[in-house]
Structures are given as C-alpha cells and as structure tokens.
C-alpha cells in the first residue's frame, strides 16, 4: 500500500518560513499531478498548490509569491516552501497524488496524514 508521509510543520512567526516535505513509499514519477492541500479549523479543504509531472505549476490566490511547490522524482518527495507566512495560513496541511504506481497497480487518489503549521505570535 502507498504511503505519503509529511515533515517539516511546527510553530512559526508571522513572516517566518517552512518548507515541508512530502515522501512517497514508491516513484512519483508515474504520478500526474502532485499537490498540497490545507484545512482550517471549521473551513473546508482548499488546494494550496499542485505541480504536474511535466513541472507545471498551480497556486491558489491567498499564497500566490509567498509559497513555491517542487518535486523531487529521484527521491520521491514533494516539496512546499512557505515564506512570509501569515496567521491566516495556520491549518493542516496534506499532500495528495493522483494515482502511484505500486508494483501491480495504480493506486489512486492518495492523502498523507497531514502536518499541523501554525502561524502565530
């Protein structure tokens, strides 16, 4: 069974910087479209940011400058960097693939665990 497994949340200043991590247990290189999802404390899901195989890249508006998603295909691991966060960015974040290749099949639609971020003073 694939996993994503995220890294790198914690508690930071506003204007402060995170980078998280997301590590698959087998190759993303079979997997479209990669992304970064975060839920707030009585908010619905919203996308963050999503990075395609070829590179291409999405952002929601609120983070649009301020955050930058990358894929590391070698080491099977997606990255968010996150700078000049804001209080309003405070919220769990999770990483999801489309479909990954574990051997035998495609598993699709894949959730990490999620990471808390907090944003505060």
């Known amino acids: 069974q694939v996993q994503l497994v995220e890294s790198g949340g914690g508690l930071v200043q506003p204007g402060g910087s995170l980078r998280l991590s997301c590590a698959a247990s087998?190759?993303?290189?079979?997997?479209?479209?990669m992304g970064w999802y975060r839920q707030a404390p009585g908010k619905r899901r919203e996308m963050v940011a999503v990075?395609?195989?070829?590179?291409?890249?999405n952002y929601a508006d609120s983070v649009k400058g301020r955050f930058t998603i990358s894929r590391d295909n070698a080491r099977n691991t997606v990255y968010l960097q996150m700078n000049s966060l804001k209080s309003e960015d405070t919220a769990v974040y999770s990483c999801?693939?489309?479909?990954?290749?574990?051997?035998?099949?495609?598993?699709?639609?894949?959730w990490g665990q999620g990471t808390q971020v907090t944003v505060s003073s």
């Open positions: 087998v190759s993303i290189f079979n997997t479209n479209v």
């Open positions: 999801h693939g489309d479909r990954m290749w574990n051997g035998a099949r495609y598993e699709l639609d894949l």
């Open positions: 990075i395609s195989s070829s590179g291409s890249t």
